[in-house]
């Protein structure tokens, strides 16, 4: 069996994404009055929209700190947040939804969720999303590694140079696979499952395109960075 080893480069590789990764939580008063204050539909609805756009300006951050995104063409790097921003921050929110919370508070959370305005059909594959992801017990590295590698997917929509994004995403994937053979040894296939679950985000990307459409039909407003990313109004 080959030793599997994380170079030093490797190693200073993830320092650099974990350190990003982890420098942008959500800020403790908004995750704070999500979990308290009786809040109505609408109030709950705001409150996403301003965590979801905060969500938006930390992904930028991160992404400018992913070694090699910013010698990317320009247009590829712009073309690469919008396609990917909508899974990175339900992959974020996966991992703060799975985060130990003190128990009662993901119950809360989740009701905060369910009771702002968001269509029923699409809670069930984003909570069961949120489980599938809780279940993993990922580490700060993987997840911060997995986020990356959802940035970096060369085949989004208008990227032209899906090569130089390729060579980056599997600089990613290799360290990740080295990370899951060293931290799960018991379990061969925890790599391939993490990858499986980059499979279900994607499915929730359609389900937010679905979202946005009845939002807008019942009037909902988003800021202007959240149109921008997600290409509405
Ligand atoms: C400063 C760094 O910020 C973070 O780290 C961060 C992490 C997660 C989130 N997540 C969310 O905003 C969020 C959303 C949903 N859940 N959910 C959530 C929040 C906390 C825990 C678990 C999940 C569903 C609907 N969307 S939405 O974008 O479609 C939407 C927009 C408007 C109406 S609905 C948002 C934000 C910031």
């Not at 061969?188 to 279900?200: C, I, N, S, V, W």
Request: aromatic share 8%; glycine share 2%.
């Amino acid at each position: 069996k080959e030793k599997v080893e994380i170079t030093k480069e490797q190693q200073a590789l993830m320092r650099v994404i974990v350190e990003a990764y982890n420098r942008h939580q959500i800020p403790q008063d908004v995750a704070k009055k999500l979990l308290q204050e009786q809040y109505s539909a609408e109030e709950n609805f705001l409150l996403l929209t301003e965590m979801a756009t905060s969500q938006v300006q930390v992904l930028v951050e991160f992404t400018k700190n992913i070694p090699g995104f910013l010698s990317l063409d320009h247009e590829d790097q712009i073309a690469l947040l919008k396609g990917s921003a909508v899974e990175a921050m339900f992959l974020r929110s996966a991992q703060v939804f799975s985060r130990k919370m003190p128990n009662g508070h993901i119950e809360v959370l989740e009701e905060r969720i369910r009771k702002s305005g968001i269509s029923e059909e699409f809670m069930t594959p984003m909570f069961n999303f949120y489980r599938s992801i809780g279940e993993l017990h990922m580490v700060q590295e993987e997840q911060a590694l997995l986020t990356a590698i959802t940035i970096l997917t060369p085949d989004r929509p208008y990227v032209k140079d899906q090569q130089a994004v390729e060579r980056l995403q599997e600089q990613m994937l290799d360290v990740l696979r080295k990370l899951c053979t060293l931290q799960h040894p018991q379990e061969p296939q925890y790599f391939a499952r993490l990858l499986g679950r980059l499979t279900e985000l994607r499915t929730l990307n359609h389900y937010h395109a679905e979202m946005l459409t009845s939002w807008r039909m019942n009037d909902h407003k988003f800021t202007p960075l959240l149109c921008e990313i997600w290409d509405v109004q």
